[in-house]
């Protein structure tokens, strides 16, 4: 089967290739405003494909989590605003991480023993909670945010030389996605998909479900912070704005224009809606119409293609293989009977 | 089995279709409008041709808020930009200001206008600059409209020394006192100039001992309370409580609630759609606010007064603008406007318009001065917009070492309408000419910014323009 191997990894690797090539290709501004922004927009979506697909949870929370990782990024370092602990921006890095996973677990146990349209409720209750605490505590922000935030000397100044940045994107997109593919395939994944199929088998089976629960939504908190912080450092700000309702729905889309279902969707989705926002605000007569047409375009391919574009990708291999198969079966066995 | 694996490849063809069809649209759209554009400057550069002046094109961005609490003023703050240049002989593409002009030039070189937009947030406003300036390349970039995303981009700007900004309206005092980016420029008071001479009318006309103040949880309506606090508490009045309801508030009534009975008024710096949301609801629970209320700039705005009505009358404000003005440059520009944009007829008085069209004036003169050179980093355009004396529809308007607007501020007061628009008439009640950032000295770079707490509610130095300053 090394044309079904040849069909699920080629794309992916021709795509990191091009990636990698990516700073030499692209303009600066492109690179930075479109592909890097895309990179940090598509792990926070694919926390959400993870915990769609894999745990059945639609969390609408994992904007609201990469905003605890970037504030708490943020307010750490010296910036304008907040805090000012002035502390290394790489500890200040793994502080956000572990603030983001501690309440990432903490909402993840609360939310964990409600299921589908409650669950949804709930995180969204998450997000608006979490974006009032921000906008209203301005010691740690207020409406105006935290502004000229220091970032890693490594990064030096993603203005002038977006190419750091971008690896690092990269390399945290590539991190993330092997991580939860890993996750996905190993025991504890299996678990978060049989919880996800059945909880109350699994509950008979003696499995945790509110625990198992509780850890797929600490872990997608994990992956969205990684989100997070990228984007404090590509933004170089952070302010309730940037984590407020809009943003939560932005990812919600993309999640779905990529597909639900395939973890690399969220990157593609990414693209499609980054580069679709850069691209139609030029535009005469669409400017200032953007979500219109994003919204359009979420209800095409939820009506045709509930998997999103990954679904149209996968379908469009799937006849490929099948003649393929087919073909290769002609040539070895006799005729199928009809 | 075999329904699906044909009815698949339909729905896909659909979908394609689809795409294919939207997208077509869109190329199509644009296309004709590049030919528009194209045609449009063919045409300029042939006109300007035969005048022997034409080399070159200058681009400016515009951007404004399309989207949150500040929206509705989009088109008045995009009839304020595009005024300058319909003045200069260019043509309004349609009554809708977004859409631009054709046959734009300034000194003899065509100018092209780019659309942009933000939505309040510094992210957005951020990203939009960038946008515009590293994709669409801008020249100059006029914008943006509200408080904190003035800041933000203040801040970007100092990373693009070869593009010249001029702020659009928004009215944080830090944006130009503290930031101080050397190509960031602003021809129109901070929120804080603003309030001039409310401090003194309260204490002294209104015999307010004891306020409170109300303002949206932002920076521009910290630097318009700042102003009003550090005059009102200068001569020694008293602010008990600051409340902060969050921007885009629509239910104020719990706010309302925590105002005490007792005291003698409060000021309102509630913004935006929310002022009109904010009255209602002070009627309903404590009835009629106009004897207890002193406003921030958005009670004259002529839209919201509109909708405001009776309810307001007897009110003062304070404001770079004056309705009510008979200087014939005034009467000039707010005609102009009315007859450029019949919808916005009427709001020249608006801050958004007079903001955005002091903007562009500027940008106009200074290029006019140095004959559309951009060369060396725009050198001489910065130059000649430091050391500019715009002469404005309202007054000369110069700028401070921090490339800030220094100009009059009018006290008014709100009356029954007798011009019969169904607008209540606003009435200037005092002039008090050239107000600095300063603020007759209160503010300065190492003055803790304006905030929720900040500046303190002190006995001091009273500005000059008051009573017991001398002036009065």
Same mark, same amino acid.
């Not at chain 2, 105002?259 to 003698?264: A, L």
């Given at each position: 089967m090394s044309l079904e191997r040849a069909i699920n990894w080629a794309p992916g690797l021709l795509a990191v290739v091009i990636l990698a090539l990516a700073p030499l290709i692209f303009s600066d501004f492109y690179l930075s405003a479109v592909i890097t922004k895309a990179l940090w927009l598509g792990i926070a979506a694919v926390s959400l494909i993870f915990l769609a697909g894999y745990a059945g949870m639609v969390s609408l929370g994992q904007v609201a989590l990469y905003g605890v990782a970037g504030f708490t990024f943020a307010n750490l370092v010296v910036a304008d605003g907040g805090s000012k602990v002035g502390l290394n921006p790489w500890v200040a890095t793994l502080l956000g991480l572990v603030a983001a996973v501690a309440v990432g677990l903490f909402l993840g146990a609360i939310a964990s023993r409600s299921y589908g349209i409650y669950f949804l409720m709930i995180t969204l209750a998450f997000a608006v909670l979490i974006y009032y605490f921000f906008a209203q505590v301005t010691d740690l922000s207020g409406f105006g945010g935290v502004n000229n935030v220091q970032t890693p000397a490594l990064i030096g100044n993603p203005l002038q030389d977006p190419a750091p940045l971008f690896y690092i994107a990269l390399v945290a997109s590539v991190v993330a996605y092997a991580l939860l593919r890993y996750v996905s395939r190993a025991p504890l994944g299996l678990g978060f998909q049989g919880v996800r199929d059945d909880p109350s088998r699994m509950r008979a089976l003696g499995y945790n479900v509110p625990l198992q629960r509780t850890v797929a939504f600490g872990l997608g908190a994990l992956v969205a912070a990684l989100a997070g912080v990228i984007s404090v450092w590509w933004n170089t700000r952070i302010s309730p704005g940037s984590i407020a309702l809009p943003q939560t729905i932005d990812v919600l889309v993309i999640a779905v224009i990529g597909g639900l279902f395939r973890l690399e969707g969220a990157w593609v989705g990414a693209f499609a809606f980054v580069a679709l926002d850069n691209w139609i605000r030029g535009v005469d007569v669409i400017g200032s119409r953007f979500n219109t047409v994003v919204g359009l375009i979420f209800l095409a391919i939820v009506l045709v293609s509930p998997g999103g574009l990954m679904g149209i990708w996968e379908s469009l291999t799937d006849r490929l293989r099948r003649r393929f198969a087919y073909e290769s079966r002609a040539a070895t066995e006799s005729p199928p009977v009809p | 089995m075999r329904d699906r694996e044909e009815g698949r490849p339909t729905r896909l063809i659909i979908l394609f279709a689809a795409l294919v069809l939207a997208l077509a649209a869109i190329a199509a759209g644009c296309g004709g409008d590049d030919d528009d554009e194209e045609a449009g400057g063919t045409n300029a550069a042939a006109g300007t041709g035969t005048g022997g002046a034409a080399s070159g094109t200058i681009k400016i961005g515009i951007f404004s808020n399309n %989207? =949150? =609490?500040?929206? @509705?003023f989009e088109g008045q703050t995009w009839g304020g930009a595009m005024l300058p240049l319909i003045e200069r002989g260019a043509k309004a593409k349609s009554g809708d200001p977004t859409k631009g002009v054709d046959g734009a030039t300034i000194a003899g070189k065509n100018i092209e206008i780019v659309y942009g937009g933000s939505d309040s947030t510094p992210d957005k406003a951020v990203e939009e600059a960038r946008r515009l300036v590293e994709q669409e390349k801008v020249d100059i970039l006029i914008g943006p409209l509200s408080g904190s995303e003035g800041i933000a981009v203040a801040n970007y700007s100092k990373e693009q020394p070869g593009v010249t900004f001029v702020n659009g309206i928004s009215g944080a005092q830090d944006t130009t006192l503290k930031v101080r980016s050397p190509n960031f420029f602003r021809f129109h008071n901070d929120g804080t100039q603003w309030t001039a001479g409310l401090g003194d009318y309260a204490y002294n006309e209104l015999g307010w001992r004891n306020v409170v103040t109300i303002g949206d949880d932002y920076d521009f309506p910290y630097s318009q309370i700042a102003g009003f606090v550090a005059e009102f508490c200068s001569i020694g009045g008293n602010v008990s409580k600051r409340l902060w309801p969050p921007l885009g508030e629509e239910d104020y009534s719990s706010y309302i609630t925590q105002? @005490? %009975?007792?005291?003698?008024g409060f000021f309102m710096g509630v913004g935006g759609t929310g002022t009109v949301a904010f009255v209602r609801q002070y009627e309903q629970l404590r009835g009629n606010l106009a004897d207890k209320i002193m406003g921030g700039i958005f009670m004259t705005d002529p839209v919201i007064l509109k909708e405001l009505g009776d309810r307001v009358v007897g009110v003062v404000t304070a404001g770079m603008t004056a309705g009510d003005s008979d200087l014939p440059a005034y009467k000039e520009y707010s005609d102009a406007l009315g007859k450029a944009y019949p919808d916005l007829a009427g709001t020249a008085s608006s801050v958004f318009a007079y903001g955005y069209y002091t903007a562009m004036e500027a940008v106009a003169q200074a290029l006019e001065e140095v004959d559309g050179d951009l060369s060396d980093d725009h050198a001489k355009l910065n130059d000649a917009l430091s050391n500019l004396e715009l002469d404005a529809p309202l007054g000369t308007i110069k700028l401070d070492e921090n490339r800030q607007a220094i100009m009059d501020n009018f006290l008014q007061q709100i009356g029954k309408d007798t011009t019969g628009d169904g607008v209540p008439d606003a009435k200037t009640i005092k002039t008090i000419p050239k107000v600095d950032q300063t603020f007759g000295g209160f503010f300065s770079p190492d003055t803790p910014s304006p905030d929720r707490e900040n500046p303190k509610c002190e006995k001091a130095d009273p500005p000059p323009w008051t009573k017991q300053g001398g002036g009065g």
């Open positions: - | %989207e =949150g =609490g500040f929206a @509705p105002i @005490p %009975e007792n005291v003698d």
